[in-house]
């Protein structure tokens, strides 16, 4: 049990919205205990960067976790060599070598291939239309799992990160999960004998990491890898529609897409928590 002091929440509320608990947390107790979620959360910016290295005290083992129970354990739930072994052997299907020399051009190819579909749309939804399947398809690659649908990539992930934030225990969330993580399986046994080159699942087989653990790294790619390019994707283009400012330093050569991408992800982090 944690002696921090208390601080309560509506978990509803918070689930909607959880900025303004967070703040007033940050302002009054930035070191909390939170019964409804039944964890202490540290709200402080420098204060989470300093103590997630300390894996001494905060360790990323959580036998008990949401993601441990509902995905299997991957790497992120690893310290030290148990995580390094699984991450050193992953890591050739996702250097900056790999990159550059194959998926770059596997997911401009993708990327032009939607665009072109949305050509003579006249109008389309920047998520769902362009965003969700440019971010799905680039996972469809890199993970191996080409035989799955690009909407339903989206689909499993989602469902995955709702299981992974569901608290509050809902019976349903976790059965969408569930069935989320058992589809990703199905579609790894469909892929085993005959992954693509260098992808994810191709790298992982190769370099004789556990069946077990191929799976839940896969799911883990799924979780973060859909949602977060997704998200990235379409809040950078809505923020240099609201801010035209910034769209004319990128079009007349004063700043780059790197630039909108850094600044995006800055004040728009697409990863809010760093569980231990």
């Known amino acids: 049990m944690s002696d921090a002091p208390v601080a309560n929440i509506d978990l509803a509320a918070f689930t909607a919205d959880p900025y303004p608990a967070l703040a007033k947390m940050r302002a009054e ?3 909390a205990y939170v019964p409804e979620l039944g964890a202490t959360l540290i709200t402080r910016r420098d204060d989470v960067h300093r103590e997630e290295k300390r894996i001494a005290t905060f360790s990323s083992l959580q036998p008990q976790g949401l993601m441990t129970r509902l995905m299997g354990e991957n790497m992120m739930r690893k310290d030290g060599e148990a995580h390094q072994a699984e991450r050193r052997i992953l ?3 996702v250097s900056p ?4 020399e194959h998926w770059r051009g596997l997911f401009a190819a993708s990327t032009t291939q939607i665009l072109d579909g949305l050509a003579d749309k006249g109008a389309c939804d920047l998520v769902t239309d362009y965003a969700m ?11 191996g799992l080409t035989n799955m649908a690009t909407a339903h990539m989206d689909h499993v992930s989602q469902a995955m990160i709702d299981g992974c934030a569901n608290y509050a225990g809902n019976a349903q969330i976790e059965a969408r999960c569930n069935a989320a993580t058992q589809s990703i399986d199905d579609h790894i046994s469909a892929m085993w004998n005959n992954p693509p080159p260098r992808s994810a699942l191709a790298v992982m087989i190769a370099g004789g990491m556990s069946e077990y653990s191929v799976r839940a790294n896969i799911k883990l790619i799924i979780s973060g890898g859909q949602n977060e390019p997704r998200d990235a994707i379409a809040g950078t283009v ?3 529609l609201t801010h035209p400012e910034q769209l004319a330093m990128l079009r007349d050569g004063r700043r780059s897409w790197h630039d909108a991408f850094s600044e995006y992800a800055r004040w728009q982090s697409p990863i809010g928590m760093s569980p231990r």
């Open 238 to 240: 809505w923020a240099l």
């Open 91 to 93: 890591f050739p299907a």
């Open 97 to 100: 070598r790999t990159v550059l």
């Open 29 to 31: 107790t930035p070191i």
């Open 133 to 143: 399947p440019v971010s799905a398809e680039a996972l469809k690659a890199i993970t």
